[in-house]
């Protein structure tokens, strides 16, 4: 998969530009992220917390707490398989 930080960072930013266009993976997207960035022991870094934090808040109000909880499980399982 090459360098797994580099692919959770290209994922959080696919996530946003699902944010800009209404889409709603970017849950899915967000926990794949999350699951690369604890595979290797890299945590978001402080920069991009906000950006993090503003597609997860957009996550949750368009999905509701459930759905994108479940969104975002099934992003982190689906790199496990």
Do not use: I, K, N
Not at 2 to 26: F, K, M, N, Q
């Amino acid at each position: 998969m090459g360098d797994p930080r580099s692919v959770a960072l290209a994922l959080a930013g696919l996530a946003g530009a699902h944010a800009l266009t209404g889409e709603h993976g970017r849950a899915t997207l967000l926990g794949s992220a999350a699951a690369l960035r604890e595979s290797v022991g890299a945590p978001l870094a402080p920069g991009e917390r906000g950006d993090a934090d503003r597609v997860t808040a957009g996550g949750r109000a368009a999905l509701g707490e459930r759905g994108f909880a479940a969104a975002f499980a099934a992003g982190r399982e689906g790199l496990s398989q």
